[in-house]
């Protein structure tokens, strides 16, 4: 992430094990973290313990 001289927001999303890569810009940085929170909890990262579901 890095901020822009002419203002706002830029990102660089790589994953190159599933050979993604976008750019992205914006002004508000809200919505950047809450869009970066979403895609890094995506990712499959080996030696990350398996997630499971249980229904109430």
Not at 26 to 34: D, E, K, L, P, V
Request: hydrophobic share 40%.
């Amino acid at each position: 992430m890095a901020v822009l001289v002419e203002g706002g927001y830029g990102v660089v999303r790589r994953d190159t094990t599933r050979n993604q890569h976008t750019v992205t810009m914006a002004t508000i940085s809200n919505g950047i973290a809450c869009g970066l929170t979403i895609w890094m909890a995506a990712r499959d990262c080996s030696g990350r313990p398996a997630t499971s579901f249980s229904e109430f």
